[in-house]
């Protein structure tokens, strides 16, 4: 009986998959067909560089050129490929067109296209009067892909052509497998009839992938690889007619499991019966992210930037039933969770209105990190199958404190303040208690920069330590917990007054790097003396030589504040906005001097006089390394610093130095070091767009636990006119207009909760190059105060609007 029913079913399967081909063989419209005109074409110089297809369970990584060739450094040689986290299952794929013993490599496109759920490759094979062009998706909550070949014959006669596709296997697991005592096994292939495709799976283990078509093949055999591994490769031979001057598609369908092969096999079912809904809905969706916190302004640039930034910030959602949930830090070689990243990057998210990736992260990180240290201390890195590889840096337990009070003014749920503020509460006993033993409020250990030795008192910790008691104690206020939140705004306030008087350095202009012992320090610029010689700059060389020269002329006794590196963190007393206004200016002024046409660097003394002409790619080292770098995070952290004390300007002009690298060597993407170097999409870099742009230019800062929403524009001098609409708070929806016209300002607010009260604000003064302007109301939709020389009209309704005039009068600075 049960044999019966075996070859029944089988008969079943070979009648459904032939009857599938048939139907959806060369069907009338292409993957092109139902994307749109929202693509940015790639550079020729960049043809051999990474892009990725992403979905949130699965992702492909090859060059733009179409071919998969070994890169990344994390697994050495195996960051690219096909990867279904927590595994790998194939290295890449080949394909080739032959006709009368001319042979057609399809690795060598002439152009590639990104949009922002899918890509493509467009070969030229001019000798054999073919062009060809490769599309592939990853639908949504999907263990597949779909990649799709057009053949379009460019000649007046029609053709017979044979088209091989060849997938390149290697299941094998994710960094760190070795503690979970994973080996991996021999791959082990067979061609399945009923589904016309390659099933291949671990010798070892419950992994499997399979790849076919919508076609019938002719032919099924082994190819050679070059790949190291234990994988396996096979081929798929196609007979293609195309009539003279038309065009023939031929469709892939790559599936795969880490659990079972019956589950690989229903994904490549669903692939094959659904992919163009599929791909329709992912296309809808997209749609959605891009009218969500749509940013309209007269540099269509930036919007593009911001817009695409948005994608982004999608292609790195990581769902891992069993494991976890979230978004990587980065691809290639970071795809896994960060304490940190998740830290700056959850503001951005919460800000375009990603709150259910937010939730599952915060979850994510606050599980694992209690079930790993158990204290309160927030863990740093967490491979995608579980493992904890550090389980913390001093700063990310403080910076947790402060993203938990963050998205709570944007959700305004009790529940979750609840939840959350027991690891809030034990993580800062644990920082003062394990880490300050010192007892003068400044946590030791590493945050930031990750420069050995620099392991003291850090100026990053220090500033994020005293932001983590100052929203602690506001957290504390709304559970009614007022004793402990006097405790807490008590030492907030004495780590501000402390981090101002300890950590300034009136010679440099400039926060320290970090307090230590005399010893410490000279260890320290020993170091960075062979670096900045190391890259030849003699300027870094002699003020660190002249360091030396004052703290043994001077030494002392206990630790102190140095400036020896000039890194990127000695601005966050300005980013968390605890610096002292004048010392402030100063020390936005001196970071300055740090920068070169993309941003600032991570390192100070790394810039050399060429910086500020230096526009070209950067050269990174053999051996991957930030050495030299200007990265993301530091010019978006900068920009925020600008904001926060009311220099707009030059906040703009940070966010265009990234701007400068948005698809420069990936087209829709940014990479992690400027312009071209590390991580070719990267979580924060939503952080240091989304921070100044709504929360700073259009100045919305939130509490929806009160059903309010503060407003208070802060807009660059070059924006006569600005938007941002459909700003997600809880359950309501805010859009915002700027309209700057001949001196008069015009601001107006909707929203979709007429419940809710919004407060919008305009200096009554503003003082910008020497000129002061004065505002008066002209118009507005309800009763206007003057608070704090601040215009303010509070109400309540779906739109509010305030028209003022300017009057301006030069005055002396002297």
Known sequence: MFKRFYFLGLILALFFNSSCKQESASPAKSLEDTLDDNWIAGKAEYLGSPYVTAGNRLYMVGHQDGSFPELGWHITGEMGG???????????????????????????????????????????????????????????????????????????????????????????????????????????SAFDPGYDAWIVNDSRNEWSVMYGSDRVSAQQGEAKSDYKGNGISNTLDYDLQIAAGGRELITFFIAGSYTSESQTKNTFQELQQGYFKMLEAKKNRYEEIAEQTKLSIPDERLSQTFEWLKYNADWLIRDIPGIGSGFGAGIPDYPWWFGVDSEYSLRGYMAIGMEDVVDRSLNFLDSISMATNGNGRIVHEVSTNGVVFNTGNINETPQFASIVWEVYKWKGDRAYLEKYFPTVQAGLEWLMSEKDLDGNLFPDGFGMMEIHGLDSEMIDVAAYTQRAFADAASMARELGKTDLASEYQDQADAMARKINEDFWSEEFESYADFIGTDEQALRLIEDAIVRADTLD???????????????????????????????????????????????????????????????????????????????????????????????????????????????????????????????????????????????????????????????????????????TIRIRPQMPNSWSSASLENVQVADNNISVYFEDKDGDIFLNVTQSNPDWTIVLEWPEEKEDAGVTHGFGVIEASGETEDINEILTLTTQGKEIYMTLDRVSYHHDDH
Do not use: C
Request: hydrophobic share 40%; no cysteine; glycine share 6%.
């Open 537 to 707: 700059k003699p300027w870094a060389v002699e003020e660190l030589e002249q360091t030396r020269e004052l703290i043994l002329a001077n030494p002392s006794p206990t630790p102190r504040p140095f400036v020896l590196h000039h890194n990127w963190v000695v601005n966050t007393p300005m980013e968390m906005k605890i610096a002292d206004p004048e010392k402030a200016r100063l020390a936005l002024n001196t970071a300055r001097k740090f920068i070169n046409p993309f941003g600032v660097f991570v390192t100070g003394i790394d810039r050399d006089k060429s910086a500020l002409r230096d526009d070209g790619s950067f050269a990174g080292s053999k051996v991957f390394s930030y050495t030299g770098a200007v990265m993301t995070l530091p010019t978006g952290v900068q920009a925020v610093a600008e904001n926060n004390y009311g220099r707009p300007e030059h906040a703009l002009d940070y966010l265009m130095r990234m701007t400068n690298s948005f698809s420069y060597a990936l087209p829709g993407s940014m990479y992690e070091v400027s312009p071209d170097y590390g991580m070719i999409v990267q979580a924060w870099n939503i952080y240091s767009f989304a921070v100044p742009i709504v929360h700073q230019f259009f100045g919305i800062d939130p509490m929806a636990a009160e059903k």
């Open 82 to 188: 096909i990867w279904n986290h927590p595994i790998k299952l194939m290295d890449g794929f080949r394909a080739q067109l032959s006709e009368n013993g001319n042979t057609a490599q399809l690795d060598a496109a002439f152009e590639f296209r990104n949009y922002p759920m899918a890509n493509s490759h467009h070969f030229e094979l001019g000798e054999m009067g073919l062009s060809v062009d490769r599309f592939q998706f990853v639908p949504d909550n999907t263990e597949g892909m779909v990649v799709q070949f057009v053949i379009q014959n460019q000649q007046e006669s029609a053709r017979d052509l044979k088209f091989q596709f060849t997938g390149d296997v290697d299941l094998m697991p994710t960094w760190l497998a070795e503690r979970q005592n994973i080996t991996d096994g021999k791959d082990e």
